[in-house]
């Protein structure tokens, strides 16, 4: 290895994944002193703010359920808007933590390492957000268990033909799958956490949960082998999830959903909006946490680059939208397409692709890839922009139907948006009791890439 | 065996020192050779000898059953057990069910994988590890490296075990005997007892959840809208009543209004209807459903309910009524008469008349001439 480096120009040169001296032992200190400690002020402000946001949502959700679905901006022909809009956003906002702990590791990128653990948990949390959406939006929460195909009295079964039922089994076996990953990498250092903790509730809570784990060579092999298999079958889940979202939309005859584009750039998308939120998370965590030398600039540099890079797949997506609309020679679909970028909603088209691929070109400049301003400027307009590009998909295809008599202009009312940021409450609160409670670096991974943690090459066998 | 040793354990500070010091351990055969370390350490499988995981096949298995467990139950619910054509497919289109495999397959992989390592393959978990209580846990799980011997079978021979370990390079050796007193067990109480208590509430609490939960209304406002309903007070009208009298002059649509007073205006009444095959039929089927019940099924006035009746009803073939017009035997069905109701709500015009042509059969039967023999 180091001889190699030795001769590699510098631009090829391994990166710096650590700043400064790291040792194991430090490693463990700097990461694992915070779920021991009293946060700060500003965590609780943090909280009280998110908790309330989140209060808010759900107050509006219990509003819901008591007026009807009546109270939200949904009207003929906009059957589908923020409810939906919702979902996939935040479905989306989850896949970047399963790219980065399922496809990275396949990849052996060892800079995944650091953030791995707190994309992943963004990944729980985000698809906790999306699951709310298809409950509440059923108008009658109280038998949305219809949608499991279980043993009934009225002797039916649920319709395997229908999109929106593969939706309910990709969903929830994300939400499985990925929470089991994310439990896996936790196990070894709830031990660390565990064996640090001298007594009280937290110890008992970690001794549960760590489930005795002793770090045994041969439970380690047991382990490894483990992970990778749960790496490779999340793979195929990270591009199949959010295609089996796109087959809401595609599987039907509505002008602008019916397209072949739809999976693969839906995936782009969600990966993109996630990397996005992954960013702006992490800088936050970074600064307040003081993780800077493990977080090293290279990391945020990496992952900006995948924005950008995603950033042009989308642009090719909204080129190829524009093609498939004209090539089409269809007219219905010629006119949907013109509403996405004039009409009454023409905004929030141009919004969408200045956002998503405009903005992000900055990211070319390695200055702005490495300030806290640029990339979290970047961010908040991916953010912003994907989930105004799901607004465009579901509310502009719907509002102008096959029969103009039935257009409608949707307009959301209060409630919506109450809804919609009582979910960004709901993460946001959820993330920030995870900072508090839990490792937010998955330090067992760390000390693997730790220069010198592995034996020299020539001794062993080397896997 | 409880009182016995189960391991000595040593420390390295690093892992490529522990990696040295396994093979000259191994070497003395005095049990079980075990690395405990922070992190997976490359090479430390093909030191210690361990053989490769199985890991990989139980969960290739569980893919593949996952795969049929949904192709089986996609098949059986939608083209057996309640067969529905969707969308103008076959019953059994295999290509449709192909998302719903997909996901299963990992679901089924997936937790094979996860859970089969940790409880399968690691026999976790195993809280009364003697490790657990060492003194070496916590470095083992923080940044030093550790090697233990460990029992097998017969008891461990402590003395060469430490003399083992301190020669590869170990430091802070440790004796770890097995659990007597077991702190482990006691939480291991408490934590049975702590879910057993859970138990008890939630299933209290689903108790009664799904005790009530069926008959609670559910918050359905279409319920509580402003209509009108049967037999209740309604702000809709001046005097508070739901049910109205219709407006004067109100005529049903398909009844005509019938201003006939008495039996005898209506014996210049002409049956309009044909006397033919189908009239006959309809007013036979009229008649045995509303008149049979107590005129009888012959008319002649003894009917089904005689036991239970206190009136005579009338016997239909009786000389007077065989004598009555058709229009006089039309205006007891509208009208009743002595303890008969009237049927005029209860049959149409068409169905009156049928039934007084049917009356007319029957009578005839019952009287028939000599003429109708030949």
Same mark, same amino acid.
């Given at each position: 290895m180091q001889s190699e480096a030795v001769l590699l120009p510098e631009a090829l040169q391994p990166p710096t994944l650590f700043e400064g001296p790291v040792t194991l032992g430090s490693l463990d200190d700097q990461v694992l002193q915070y779920p021991a400690r009293k946060p700060p002020a500003a965590w609780y402000l943090a909280f009280a703010f998110t908790s309330m946001l989140m209060t808010l949502g759900f107050s509006l959700i219990g509003y819901t359920f008591y007026m009807g679905i009546g109270v939200w901006g949904n009207t003929s022909p906009v059957f589908w808007a923020f409810d939906i809009i919702n979902f996939v956003f935040w479905v989306g906002i989850g896949h970047a933590g399963t790219l980065i702990s399922a496809i990275l590791l396949l990849f052996r990128s060892r800079w995944r390492n650091a953030i791995a653990r707190y994309a992943e948990?963004?990944?729980?949390?985000?698809?906790?957000?999306?699951?709310?959406?298809? %409950?509440?939006?059923?108008?009658?929460?109280?038998?949305?268990?219809?949608?499991?195909?279980?043993?009934?009295?009225?002797?039916?079964?649920?319709?395997?033909?229908?999109?929106?039922?593969?939706?309910?089994?990709?969903?929830?076996?994300?939400?499985?799958?990925?929470?089991?990953?994310?439990?896996?990498?936790?196990?070894?250092?709830?031990?660390?956490?565990?064996?640090?903790?001298?007594?009280?509730?937290?110890?008992?809570?970690?001794?549960?949960?760590?489930?005795?784990?002793?770090?045994?060579?041969?439970?380690?092999?047991?382990?490894?082998?483990?992970?990778?298999?749960?790496?490779?079958l999340a793979t195929g889940l990270v591009l199949s999830v959010h295609s089996v979202v796109s087959f809401d939309f595609a599987v039907s005859l509505v002008p602008g959903w019916h397209m072949t584009i739809f999976p693969p750039y839906f995936v782009t998308g969600a990966i993109f909006a996630g990397f996005a939120m992954v960013v702006m998370v992490l800088v936050v965590v970074r600064e307040t946490m003081d993780l800077k030398n493990l977080i090293t600039a290279y990391h945020l540099d990496v992952m900006n680059k995948i924005i950008l890079a995603m950033s042009c797949l989308m642009g090719y997506a909204y080129l190829m939208e524009g093609f498939t609309a004209w090539y089409s020679m269809d007219q219905y679909l010629h006119h949907i397409f013109l509403q996405y970028i004039s009409g009454t909603y023409g905004w929030a088209g141009w919004l969408t692709i200045s956002c998503n691929v405009l903005i992000p070109q900055l990211l070319w400049s390695r200055r702005v890839r490495r300030s806290y301003i640029g990339m979290l400027f970047v961010s908040l307009g991916v953010t912003v922009g994907m989930w105004l590009e799901r607004f465009v998909i579901i509310v502009v295809s719907l509002h102008q139907d096959y029969l103009p008599s039935s257009w409608h202009i949707y307009k959301p009312t209060l409630v919506d948006f109450g809804i919609l940021f009582g979910t960004f409450g709901l993460f946001f609160t959820l993330v920030l009791l995870f900072a508090r409670v839990l490792p937010v670096i998955a330090t067992s991974e760390m000390k693997v890439i730790l220069p010198g943690a592995q034996p020299a090459h020539g001794r062993g066998r080397h896997e | 065996m409880s009182d016995g040793v189960f391991a000595v354990v040593g420390l390295f500070d690093s892992a490529?020192?522990?990696?040295?010091?396994?093979?000259?351990?191994?070497?003395?055969?005095?049990?079980?050779?075990? $690395?405990?370390?922070?992190?997976?350490?490359?090479?430390?499988?093909?030191?210690?000898?361990?053989?490769?995981?199985?890991?990989?096949?139980?969960?290739?298995?569980?893919?593949?059953?996952? $795969?049929?467990?949904?192709?089986?139950?996609?098949?059986?619910?939608?083209?057996?057990?309640?067969?529905?054509?969707?969308?103008?497919?076959?019953?059994?289109?295999?290509?449709?069910?192909?998302?719903?495999?997909?996901?299963?397959?990992?679901?089924?992989?997936?937790?094979?994988?996860?859970?089969?390592?940790?409880?399968?393959?690691?026999?976790?978990?195993?809280?009364?590890?003697?490790?657990?209580?060492?003194?070496?846990?916590?470095?083992?799980?923080?940044?030093?490296?550790?090697?233990?011997? +460990? $029992? +097998?079978?017969?008891?461990?021979?402590?003395?060469?075990?430490?003399?083992?370990?301190?020669?590869?390079?170990?430091? $802070?050796?440790?004796?770890?005997?097995?659990?007597? +007193?077991?702190?482990?067990?006691?939480?291991?109480?408490?934590?049975?007892?702590?879910?057993?208590?859970?138990?008890?509430?939630?299933?209290?609490?689903?108790?009664?959840?799904?005790?009530?939960?069926?008959?609670?209304?559910?918050?359905?406002?279409?319920?509580?809208?402003?209509? %009108?309903?049967?037999?209740?007070?309604?702000?809709?009208?001046?005097?508070?009543?739901?049910?109205?009298?219709?407006?004067?002059? /109100?005529?049903?649509?398909?009844?005509?209004?019938?201003?006939?007073?008495?039996?005898?205006?209506?014996?210049?009444?002409?049956?309009?209807?044909?006397?033919?095959?189908?009239?006959?039929?309809?007013?036979?089927?009229?008649?045995?459903?509303?008149?049979?019940?107590?005129?009888?099924?012959?008319?002649?006035? /003894?009917?089904?309910?005689?036991?239970?009746?206190?009136a005579k009803p009338a016997n239909l073939q009786a000389q007077t009524i065989r004598d009555y017009p058709d229009g006089k035997i039309y205006h007891v069905i509208m009208k009743g008469k002595n303890a008969m109701p009237s049927y005029a709500a209860d049959l149409t015009e068409e169905e009156r008349w049928a039934v007084v042509h049917y009356v007319r059969v029957l009578q005839r039967a019952q009287n028939a001439r000599d003429e109708d023999f030949q």
């Amino acid at each position: 290895m180091q001889s190699e480096a030795v001769l590699l120009p510098e631009a090829l040169q391994p990166p710096t994944l650590f700043e400064g001296p790291v040792t194991l032992g430090s490693l463990d200190d700097q990461v694992l002193q915070y779920p021991a400690r009293k946060p700060p002020a500003a965590w609780y402000l943090a909280f009280a703010f998110t908790s309330m946001l989140m209060t808010l949502g759900f107050s509006l959700i219990g509003y819901t359920f008591y007026m009807g679905i009546g109270v939200w901006g949904n009207t003929s022909p906009v059957f589908w808007a923020f409810d939906i809009i919702n979902f996939v956003f935040w479905v989306g906002i989850g896949h970047a933590g399963t790219l980065i702990s399922a496809i990275l590791l396949l990849f052996r990128s060892r800079w995944r390492n650091a953030i791995a653990r707190y994309a992943e948990a963004m990944t729980i949390f985000a698809v906790m957000c999306a699951a709310i959406f298809p %409950l509440i939006h059923v108008g009658r929460p109280w038998v949305a268990f219809w949608l499991l195909p279980y043993p009934n009295q009225r002797g039916i079964w649920t319709n395997f033909r229908s999109p929106l039922m593969w939706d309910v089994f990709a969903v929830s076996t994300y939400f499985s799958v990925s929470l089991m990953f994310w439990y896996l990498g936790l196990v070894p250092d709830l031990a660390s956490l565990r064996d640090r903790t001298q007594s009280g509730i937290r110890r008992f809570f970690y001794t549960v949960f760590s489930l005795s784990w002793r770090g045994a060579a041969s439970h380690w092999q047991q382990y490894e082998k483990a992970y990778l298999l749960l790496a490779g079958l999340a793979t195929g889940l990270v591009l199949s999830v959010h295609s089996v979202v796109s087959f809401d939309f595609a599987v039907s005859l509505v002008p602008g959903w019916h397209m072949t584009i739809f999976p693969p750039y839906f995936v782009t998308g969600a990966i993109f909006a996630g990397f996005a939120m992954v960013v702006m998370v992490l800088v936050v965590v970074r600064e307040t946490m003081d993780l800077k030398n493990l977080i090293t600039a290279y990391h945020l540099d990496v992952m900006n680059k995948i924005i950008l890079a995603m950033s042009c797949l989308m642009g090719y997506a909204y080129l190829m939208e524009g093609f498939t609309a004209w090539y089409s020679m269809d007219q219905y679909l010629h006119h949907i397409f013109l509403q996405y970028i004039s009409g009454t909603y023409g905004w929030a088209g141009w919004l969408t692709i200045s956002c998503n691929v405009l903005i992000p070109q900055l990211l070319w400049s390695r200055r702005v890839r490495r300030s806290y301003i640029g990339m979290l400027f970047v961010s908040l307009g991916v953010t912003v922009g994907m989930w105004l590009e799901r607004f465009v998909i579901i509310v502009v295809s719907l509002h102008q139907d096959y029969l103009p008599s039935s257009w409608h202009i949707y307009k959301p009312t209060l409630v919506d948006f109450g809804i919609l940021f009582g979910t960004f409450g709901l993460f946001f609160t959820l993330v920030l009791l995870f900072a508090r409670v839990l490792p937010v670096i998955a330090t067992s991974e760390m000390k693997v890439i730790l220069p010198g943690a592995q034996p020299a090459h020539g001794r062993g066998r080397h896997e | 065996m409880s009182d016995g040793v189960f391991a000595v354990v040593g420390l390295f500070d690093s892992a490529e020192e522990l990696l040295q010091a396994i093979p000259p351990v191994r070497a003395r055969k005095l049990g079980r050779v075990e $690395a405990y370390t922070p992190y997976p350490v490359h090479g430390i499988d093909a030191a210690l000898g361990l053989r490769r995981s199985p890991l990989a096949g139980m969960v290739l298995a569980a893919g593949m059953l996952g $795969a049929v467990t949904a192709l089986f139950f996609q098949w059986w619910m939608t083209a057996v057990d309640y067969p529905i054509v969707v969308g103008g497919k076959a019953l059994f289109s295999w290509q449709a069910f192909v998302p719903i495999m997909f996901e299963v397959t990992v679901l089924f992989a997936t937790f094979t994988a996860g859970l089969g390592m940790l409880f399968l393959m690691n026999r976790l978990p195993f809280f009364g590890h003697p490790l657990l209580t060492s003194k070496a846990i916590a470095a083992v799980t923080r940044d030093k490296f550790g090697l233990a011997i +460990e $029992a +097998e079978g017969e008891a461990l021979d402590v003395e060469a075990a430490k003399t083992a370990l301190a020669t590869a390079g170990a430091t $802070a050796l440790e004796v770890l005997p097995f659990q007597r +007193e077991l702190a482990p067990l006691q939480f291991m109480t408490r934590t049975a007892m702590g879910i057993f208590a859970s138990c008890v509430v939630a299933g209290y609490a689903m108790y009664w959840v799904i005790k009530l939960f069926p008959v609670l209304p559910p918050m359905v406002h279409m319920e509580d809208q402003p209509k %009108l309903n049967p037999q209740k007070a309604s702000a809709f009208f001046k005097d508070g009543h739901g049910m109205q009298l219709p407006v004067d002059g /109100t005529v049903v649509r398909g009844h005509l209004p019938y201003l006939i007073a008495t039996q005898e205006e209506a014996a210049g009444l002409a049956n309009p209807l044909p006397r033919t095959q189908p009239v006959l039929q309809e007013g036979r089927t009229v008649y045995n459903q509303h008149c049979a019940v107590c005129h009888g099924l012959l008319g002649t006035g /003894t009917p089904t309910l005689t036991s239970a009746y206190g009136a005579k009803p009338a016997n239909l073939q009786a000389q007077t009524i065989r004598d009555y017009p058709d229009g006089k035997i039309y205006h007891v069905i509208m009208k009743g008469k002595n303890a008969m109701p009237s049927y005029a709500a209860d049959l149409t015009e068409e169905e009156r008349w049928a039934v007084v042509h049917y009356v007319r059969v029957l009578q005839r039967a019952q009287n028939a001439r000599d003429e109708d023999f030949q």
